[in-house]
């Protein structure tokens, strides 16, 4: 295969029209030569090694970083939000009044969250590949691949003892094990009150000028003792100035930008639309939950959040698309890019990779509402009810070989799981019950109440009656009972009259048909087609070009620029003094009240503090935290939003406008000196 791509980049040429600063590359395939170009610098392999290895991915969903040599790890306040949940109570609300650990010992350890540090890169696409024939059917060639990938993964974890994940790049043109050092014992040193953390509420959201503390502090441990971590990033005194070159390193969560204009208008004309419909539908329902009283609106207050944000993000992406001129670009660009193929005897047998997409998009709408329903779980939206079906898949699953399994069952992904599963979280059984009984009233009116599964999961009784009846009646709660059928394995499960795992098993076999049917009807021949519309690109551009986001460690880079917006001048910079006149502008509005700590250290901070700042660099969600380092490899800034011309990005990126919106580093730590008594974590955070 090598072979047969160098002969054809050797035949062949394409220029690749990017924009300046775009691009989430993978680190083993970084722009140097671009980069060196308009930047002047060189990212050595010394430099780009120190630089993944500071940066962390947070399990739960987000990135960060190592900034100091005792295991500081920094991420968003927003990323930390579901931690600061879980280890809240009605006595003390750290997602709403922050927290401070003065010493180690007062630190707060977290609650089944694991952080991966990468390690290493290494190609194992020709292995992957090796497990496929041409003779076999979609199933049989996705349970070979899926075989490959199982076998590949645990030979590295049992030679190396580092968590081991094949990710598929280019949509499947490319397979890469990424080996990460795991910290699952984490500790909270120090976060801010949420109305600093997330200034501006909704109506800021996505928008610039910001003036947020969206930060948060973790240290990590291993062996009882805190983490010397091969590498970190020491805070800038100074932060950023305007022009300057920065790079971003972090786990954008995924991107659509490889998609054919067949699958972007699917995206458009169903998924979207289907994700925008659930997000307001939870929404409306957290709020109405958050109502009922203080403590109501605490247990809810993490995942409220998480929903607003995803609403609004959905939003700007389906009116990115509804645009038509993402989709007109992809068609232009398909119909060159396939016009050469038809003109090259090298490259058409490749040419019904387009069609071979196309025709898998009828199949995946059939399949699209019950495969959310039951295999995502959308119609059981219970943290209960996922317990129950991790429990009552595994114990089937266990029983088949380790390469059979569901890939979340496999002998790589135990202890990660095992660790989410026995998680001593608390769960709040009112909130519970109100989540599930409206995810059932959603499932009624989306699947039909007269369908037989429906009538067997309801019972003869109504959604919210039905969801009281699940909850109190369940045990699983207890995370003594978790381990109880967990170990008793399949036994157990089929023996249990817990109420959650019967309904876990009363669905699971029709999950399992949809699963099934989306990744063998669906999800092997798209992979098929796009694993040849690959191999095309790789032979009229060789490989200078990134993958989409896989939720895996890329770099980005850009420089710190403002933008003009409706003709308006947008600077690139807030300052710490403009927050409390922010603040005043809006007096009265929900989101625009600041936290009493900061109206009483008012007159010590400095008022011309750089506070947050934009810059050019390609960012997605799943960046959120992500470092914003400098060529000197100092923290600068960390990621916490973008703007609203950003939320395209999924689809293309445009440096002109699209901006990445970050915290600045002199003002974390003024804020850490002069209104949280912090003095000793700026310090470590500042010591080389």
Do not use: C
């Amino acid at each position: 295969m090598r072979n047969f791509v160098a002969m054809l980049v050797a035949s062949l040429f394409v220029t690749v029209l990017l924009h300046a600063d775009e691009g989430m590359w993978v680190y083993n395939n970084l722009p140097v030569e671009k980069i060196k170009s308009k930047y002047g610098f060189e990212a050595t392999k010394e430099w780009a090694d120190h630089v993944m290895r500071g940066s962390i991915r947070f399990n739960s969903g987000g990135s960060g970083s190592f900034v100091s040599s005792d295991g500081l790890v920094i991420t968003n306040h927003h990323v930390a939000a579901d931690m600061l949940q879980k280890i809240s109570t009605a006595e003390h609300d750290y997602l709403k009044y922050g927290f401070y650990a003065k010493a180690q010992g007062d630190e707060i350890p977290a609650k089944d969250l694991e952080l991966n540090q990468l390690d290493s890169i290494e190609d194992v696409t020709e292995a992957v590949n090796a497990a496929v024939t041409p003779e076999m059917t979609a199933e049989q060639a996705a349970a070979a691949r899926k075989g490959a990938i199982a076998g590949i993964e645990k030979e590295s974890f049992e030679k190396t003892g580092l968590r081991s994940d094949v990710i598929a790049l280019y949509q499947g043109g490319q397979y890469q094990l990424y080996r990460f050092k795991k910290y699952t014992d984490v500790r909270l040193v120090f976060a801010p009150e949420a109305s600093i953390a997330f200034f501006g509420g909704d109506a800021d959201n996505f928008e610039f000028p910001r003036y947020d503390l969206d930060i948060a502090i973790f240290r990590a441990y291993e062996n009882g003792q805190p983490v010397k971590p091969v590498a970190f990033f020491p805070f800038s005194q100074k932060g950023v100035s305007e022009g300057e070159l920065i790079f971003v390193s972090g786990n954008p969560g995924k991107t659509s930008r490889l998609f054919t204009a067949a699958t972007l208008k699917f995206v458009r004309d169903v998924s979207l639309p289907y994700m925008k419909k659930l997000l307001n539908r939870r929404e409306i329902s957290f709020e109405q939950y958050s109502l009922k009283g203080v403590e109501h609106a605490r247990q809810a207050k993490a995942d409220q959040f998480g929903v607003r944000n995803s609403r609004k993000v959905y939003d700007g992406r389906i009116r990115g698309l509804q645009d038509m001129t993402i989709i007109r670009a992809k068609q232009n660009a398909e119909a060159k890019l396939r016009g050469q193929v038809d003109g090259n005897p090298a490259l058409v047998a490749y040419a019904g990779a387009w069609d071979q997409i196309e025709e898998t998009l009828p199949r995946y709408k059939k399949l699209f509402l019950p495969y959310r329903l039951f295999e995502t779980a959308d119609g059981f939206n219970s943290r209960i009810f996922s317990i129950a079906r991790i429990l009552a898949r595994m114990a089937v699953e266990d029983k088949k070989p380790n390469a059979e399994r569901l890939d979340e069952f496999r002998d790589t992904n135990r202890a990660s799981l095992l660790l989410s599963l026995f998680s001593t979280a608390e769960t709040y059984s009112e909130f519970e019950k109100w989540k599930l009984a409206d995810s059932l009233e959603y499932l009624v009116s989306t699947f039909g109440e007269d369908k037989a599964l429906v009538r067997r999961i309801l019972q003869g009784k109504d959604p919210k009656t039905r969801a009281a009846e699940l909850i109190e009646q369940s045990g699983l709660a207890d995370v003594d009972v978790r381990k109880y059928y967990a170990k008793g394995g399949l036994k157990a499960i089929t023996e249990s009259y817990d109420p959650m795992i019967e309904l876990a098993q009363v669905i699971d076999s029709t999950a399992r048909k949809y699963r099934k049917e989306y990744e063998t009807k669906v999800v092997e021949p798209q992979r098929q087609a796009y694993s040849q519309i690959a191999k095309v690109i790789f032979a009229l551009q060789g490989t200078n070009t990134y993958p989409d986001a896989t939720f895996s460690l890329r770099l980005s880079y850009g420089e710190v620029k403002g933008y003009t917006d409706a003709g308006k001048k947008i600077p690139s910079m807030t300052k710490m003094g403009d927050t409390f006149a922010h603040s005043k502008t809006h007096q009265g509005v929900e989101g625009y009240d600041l936290p009493d700590s900061w109206l009483k250290h008012q007159a010590e901070l400095d008022p011309e503090t750089p506070f947050n700042f934009v810059s050019t660099a390609d960012i997605i969600g799943g960046n959120s935290g992500s470092p914003v380092v400098n060529k000197d490899k100092e923290f600068v800034g960390i990621i916490f939003d973008g703007n609203i011309q950003s939320l395209t990005a999924d689809y293309q990126y445009d440096d002109s406008v699209s901006r990445a919106v970050s915290v600045n580093s002199n003002a974390i730590l003024e804020a850490l000196r002069k209104i949280y008594g912090a003095g000793a974590v700026a310090d470590e955070l500042t010591r080389h």
